[in-house]
């Protein structure tokens, strides 16, 4: 009996081993899952921290180009408004040249006018500038047009 009881202790360690080594063996492969699960987790991860910085990346590269395209659009605009402001100094310093000559040409209408309308020549009278057709602009009955001031029109500064 002893030898009985001997065996079924020496058949319970190794049923303990056995069981020790299965779990050890159920113990390691959880392991493994779980490095490779691990491994696996780490490399989606990686993948979508690359594509992450993919996107910003293309994000980046479009927004220099949309950024080139304000600055270009705007050194268009500028230069446009700048040729713009230098027509419109071209063109106050006409009108301004323009005005200054309506001033001038309607003093010396004022002051024809306020000589009684008479041109007069050295030496010659103003009966020869009546009766002479050739000069009807010198006829003082002809002056109906000195009586109005001269006036500048829009059209006019439009050559």
Known sequence: MASSSGTSSGSSLVQNSGSESDLQVLMDQRKRKRMISNRESARRSRMRKQKHLDDLVAQVAELRKENQQILTSVNITTQQYLSVEAENSVLR?????????LQSLNEI??????SNGVFGVA????????????????NPFNMAYLNQPIMASADFLHC
Request: no cysteine.
């Open 123 to 138: 030496g010659a009278s103003s009966s020869t500038f009546i009766n002479e057709p050739s000069n009807s602009f010198f």
């Open 93 to 101: 310093a006409q009108a301004g040249e323009l005005s200054h000559r």
């Open 109 to 114: 209408i004022d002051s024809l006018n306020a």
